[in-house]
């Protein structure tokens, strides 16, 4: 209580007055560490590139002859006649994607450049490691991003990411956007991700009492008997398990150091983060689903209009792009309950879904083309 409680709550706790003595390798380690945290390259693991993002719960996406012209007016003119479209690159339409993002004046939200390629895909490539025997470059260099940017290569992609962090960081929304200009299309997508809340058990600190009362301090007596006693019986034990699990790090370095050396298809990518490990897959609260679904509409309305605009002022014509949007805008995805994760969801006209549900859960299967509500 003396520590935990007064000093580690979230009304108490103040990062700045944590003092630690770390070795320098534990320091090599953190500095990395925070470097991945606000990296721009993400060297992923298994199927979904979008390792601590939390979970899918929406995605959208569309192809678009950006080689037809807008029409003239027809009052101009006697016949049909088009405009002929101006040419654009996607670094252009990311740009004026971000403005307008930062144009809704949304404190919560951000815009950042993104990488992601696969931990099988790096071993010869020195832009994403020095050596066979090195961790992935969290950050490289802005040549590299824009690079790929423009010409995504089969494992490398770029994905412009917004998120929204609210909660105090508790709920974390983010949607990922890609455009591809092949040949005269354009193909763009989104993918929408939330991930929850921390689960309860990192919540218990905030409900003990700084200063406990004389009856709850003697319930404490059993237990602290017990671990007293183990400790003067078994110290021999406990000291020497410590030792060993010194021992047993340094020899799982070594077997990974050989590993590396054997296995010319070794992968370097993260399977999830700690973060991600550690959410409860759950809301804790009805205004949580509200928040997402409001980032998710908001920023999923300004993006179709941006793209909108952009494309109407390089005299593209965008009458399919308009009806691809109440199509999709119109056929979301309601989330219901209080779980993240789905098994099963049918969306769009149509669409037939036979769940069987469980008390206390949810679930649904996604139809192509559907974005979240």
């Known amino acids: 209580y003396r520590v935990v409680a007064r000093t580690l709550s979230k009304r108490q706790f103040r990062p700045e007055a944590v003092k630690t003595r770390e070795s320098k390798r534990l320091q090599q380690v953190l500095a990395y560490v925070n470097d991945v945290q606000d990296g721009n390259t993400i060297v992923y693991s298994g199927f979904s590139p979008f390792v601590g993002s939390g979970d899918i719960v929406g995605s959208w996406s ?6 037809i012209g807008k029409r003239l007016p027809a ?3 006697a016949s049909e006649k088009r405009f002929t479209p101006i040419a654009f690159n996607v670094s252009q339409l990311y740009n ?25 895909e790096i071993r010869a490539d020195r832009y994403f490691l020095a050596h066979p025997l090195a961790r992935p470059y969290p950050i490289v260099s802005e040549a590299v991003v824009s690079k790929y940017k423009e010409r995504p290569a089969s494992a490398i992609r770029y ?23 092949t040949g005269c299309y354009l193909f763009a997508e989104a993918n929408y991700l939330v991930l929850s809340p921390l689960k309860e058990e990192y919540r218990v600190v905030d409900s003990m009492q700084q200063n406990p009362s004389w009856h709850k301090q003697w319930s404490f007596a059993p237990k602290s008997l017990l671990v007293t006693l183990k400790w003067m019986l078994f110290w021999w034990v406990i000291i020497f398990s ?9 020899g799982e370095r070594r077997r990974m150091r050989a590993m590396i050396k054997e296995d010319e ?7 999830e983060s700690i973060r991600e ?7 804790r609260q009805y205004f949580q689903k509200l928040d997402t679904q409001m980032y998710m509409r908001t920023i999923e309305k300004q993006v179709f209009d941006t793209i909108t605009e952009f494309l109407d002022e390089h005299d593209i014509d965008t009458s ?7 199509m999709i805008l119109n056929s979301g995805v309601i989330m219901t309950g209080g779980s993240i994760q789905t098994t099963s969801m049918a969306v769009g006209q149509q669409a037939v879904s036979n769940v069987q549900l469980q008390k206390g859960t949810s679930a649904g299967t996604q139809a192509p083309g559907a974005a979240p509500s």
């Open 62 to 67: 569309f192809s678009l002859n950006v080689e």
């Open 159 to 181: 994905y412009q990411c917004i998120e929204a962090s609210s909660w105090n960081g508790d709920l974390i929304t983010s949607v990922y956007l890609r455009f591809v200009l």
């Open 242 to 250: 410590r030792m060993s699990d010194r021992y047993d790090r340094a």
């Open 96 to 120: 004026e994607v971000k403005e307008a993002i930062y144009g809704l004046r949304i404190p919560e939200v951000n815009v950042a450049d993104r990488l992601y390629v696969h931990g099988q």
């Open 320 to 326: 399919e792009l308009k009806s691809r949007q109440e």
């Open 265 to 271: 298809a070794f992968d370097y990518g993260a399977v």
């Open 277 to 283: 490990r550690e959410s409860s897959g759950a809301y």
């Open 75 to 77: 009052s101009t003119v």
